[in-house]
């Protein structure tokens, strides 16, 4: 949607839509950005071993691996303001619910019911956002409404573990809700779609192609996963978000355990992380709006600042506190920051019309490295005994990646950037 045709007032209302946007993904994904802020206190109560701490933020991220893809295609078809309003109140309920689980065995149950809910709320505030915002300002746009997310996690790594020491871990529960079911309703209230866009059409046009099953018509828009375009978006997606895993669940513990930082302070620091986070995804996202080299070049210097930052974890210096507390606000910039230039990068990709479905495609491939990462890295720190295994495995991930894109990138010929395309476009 081009800026220059709005009215002064509509153009004033999208920074209304961004700011609801913005909280509604930290009021939703509040609880579960604070599992790592919380894990002394779990691992303590319900005498969980790392892996399984890091199983808790799996169960939180499982049923988006397919929920995000069915909410793209919802996007593409309804209003963002009952998807994502309908998902937000999903998790609230379910976190509510939460609040009584007897046990372990409950709370993975009740986080896989949230991640039901949340599959609406990350596609469906970046396709409000991307079609509020043109060109000029969708990184920017893109990368405030992305700091949400980090946003959340910074409120939660301050708020949850006082919650947690004072009133026991379930309390956490039932403020997640109540924070979820207030980014549902602001939702729902101020979320109007923009004046030049016409209503999403709720049936499939009347063509010879209509009739084809819906089962069909998903598999062939699956193929988008074959574009040179889309490789990359997923090869560097998955590599930075197993990072953004990596800080999420290991801060606190590493600097708990390899430092001997008091378990307070520790959560503080991921706070000073998960704040430069939110730095990070505005900076990196208005950075990429005027870059040269376009919006993925921001993306490719970030995977170069983690790997930097995390080989230094690996060093004599990673086991200075106070130079460890640094890396990690170091590796909370560039390892959540990159998102915000990446998924303005995806919406700028999507055919038209198919923007909502795109990025719920990429975003699914993302929570297979987030569905795996936590219990994973937790299981290898658990075996060996040690954080270096852990930060040599992302690194050596981050670099292959890294070099894979920058290979296919020097052998593809030159000349502007591709969108993604549909079977049924071509």
């Given at each position: 949607?081009?800026?220059?045709?709005?009215?002064?007032?509509?153009r004033?209302y999208r920074?209304?839509?961004?700011?609801?946007?913005?909280?509604?993904?930290?009021?939703?994904g509040f609880?579960?950005?604070?599992i790592?802020a919380?894990?002394?206190?779990?691992?303590?109560?319900?005498?969980l071993?790392t892996?399984?701490?890091?199983?808790?933020?799996?169960?939180?991220?499982?049923?988006?691996?397919?929920?995000?893809?069915?909410?793209?295609?919802?996007?593409?078809?309804?209003?963002?303001r009952?998807?994502?309003?309908?998902?937000?109140?999903?998790?609230?309920?379910?976190?509510?619910?939460?609040?009584?689980?007897?046990?372990?065995?409950?709370?993975?149950?009740?986080?896989?019911?949230?991640?039901a809910?949340?599959?609406?709320?990350?596609?469906g505030?970046?396709?409000?956002?991307?079609?509020?915002?043109?060109a000029?300002?969708?990184?920017?746009?893109?990368?405030?409404?992305?700091?949400?997310?980090?946003?959340?996690?910074?409120?939660?790594?301050?708020?949850?573990?006082?919650?947690?020491?004072?009133?026991?871990w379930?309390?956490?529960?039932?403020?997640?809700?109540?924070?979820?079911?207030?980014?549902?309703?602001?939702?729902?209230?101020?979320?109007?779609?923009?004046?030049a866009?016409?209503?999403?059409?709720?049936?499939?046009?009347?063509?010879?192609?209509?009739?084809?099953?819906?089962?069909?018509?998903f598999?062939a828009?699956l193929?988008?996963?074959?574009?040179?375009?889309?490789?990359?978006?997923?090869?560097?997606?998955?590599?930075?978000?197993?990072?953004?895993?990596g800080?999420?669940?290991?801060?606190?513990?590493?600097?708990?355990?390899?430092?001997?930082?008091?378990?307070?302070?520790?959560?503080?620091?991921?706070?000073?992380a998960?704040g430069a986070?939110?730095?990070g995804?505005?900076c990196?996202?208005?950075?990429s709006?005027?870059?040269?080299?376009?919006?993925?070049?921001?993306?490719?210097?970030?995977?170069?600042?983690?790997?930097v930052?995390?080989?230094?974890?690996?060093?004599?210096?990673?086991?200075s506190?106070?130079?460890?507390?640094?890396?990690?606000?170091?590796l909370?910039?560039?390892?959540?920051?990159?998102?915000?230039?990446?998924?303005?990068?995806?919406a700028?990709s999507?055919?038209p019309?198919?923007?909502?479905?795109?990025?719920?495609?990429?975003?699914?491939v993302?929570?297979?490295?987030?569905?795996?990462?936590?219990?994973?890295l937790?299981?290898?720190?658990?075996l060996?005994?040690?954080?270096?295994?852990?930060?040599?495995?992302?690194?050596?991930?981050?670099?292959?990646?890294?070099?894979?894109i920058?290979?296919?990138?020097?052998?593809?010929?030159?000349?502007?950037?591709?969108?993604?395309?549909?079977?049924?476009?071509?």
């Amino acid at each position: 949607m081009s800026g220059g045709g709005l009215t002064p007032r509509t153009r004033r209302y999208r920074w209304v839509i961004l700011s609801v946007a913005t909280f509604t993904q930290a009021a939703s994904g509040f609880f579960v950005q604070g599992i790592g802020a919380t894990g002394i206190h779990l691992q303590r109560d319900l005498s969980l071993s790392t892996a399984q701490l890091g199983l808790l933020l799996s169960a939180a991220h499982l049923v988006p691996l397919v929920g995000l893809l069915v909410a793209g295609e919802l996007l593409d078809r309804y209003n963002e303001r009952w998807v994502v309003g309908i998902g937000a109140g999903f998790v609230a309920l379910s976190l509510g619910a939460g609040s009584v689980a007897p046990g372990y065995g409950s709370l993975l149950l009740v986080l896989l019911i949230v991640g039901a809910g949340y599959s609406t709320v990350q596609p469906g505030g970046s396709k409000s956002v991307a079609s509020w915002f043109d060109a000029s300002q969708r990184g920017l746009a893109m990368g405030i409404r992305q700091a949400g997310l980090p946003l959340g996690g910074v409120l939660a790594a301050a708020v949850l573990p006082v919650l947690a020491t004072g009133l026991g871990w379930r309390a956490t529960l039932t403020a997640g809700a109540l924070v979820a079911l207030l980014g549902a309703v602001v939702f729902m209230c101020f979320y109007r779609r923009p004046p030049a866009q016409s209503p999403p059409q709720n049936s499939a046009p009347h063509d010879t192609k209509s009739h084809a099953s819906l089962t069909s018509r998903f598999g062939a828009r699956l193929q988008m996963l074959r574009e040179p375009s889309m490789m990359k978006i997923v090869l560097s997606g998955m590599s930075l978000v197993s990072v953004h895993s990596g800080v999420g669940v290991l801060t606190v513990l590493y600097l708990h355990e390899a430092t001997s930082v008091e378990a307070g302070p520790a959560a503080l620091v991921l706070v000073a992380a998960q704040g430069a986070g939110v730095v990070g995804r505005i900076c990196l996202a208005a950075w990429s709006d005027r870059s040269r080299s376009g919006r993925y070049a921001c993306v490719l210097t970030c995977m170069g600042a983690v790997t930097v930052g995390m080989t230094a974890l690996m060093t004599p210096v990673g086991h200075s506190p106070a130079a460890a507390c640094l890396l990690f606000i170091w590796l909370g910039f560039f390892g959540i920051g990159w998102y915000g230039p990446w998924v303005a990068y995806v919406a700028e990709s999507a055919p038209p019309g198919k923007t909502g479905f795109a990025l719920g495609l990429a975003m699914a491939v993302n929570q297979i490295a987030v569905i795996l990462a936590p219990p994973a890295l937790g299981l290898l720190k658990d075996l060996t005994g040690s954080f270096v295994p852990v930060w040599g495995l992302l690194s050596v991930m981050t670099v292959v990646a890294l070099t894979v894109i920058v290979c296919r990138e020097r052998r593809r010929p030159r000349g502007p950037a591709q969108r993604l395309t549909f079977p049924a476009d071509r």
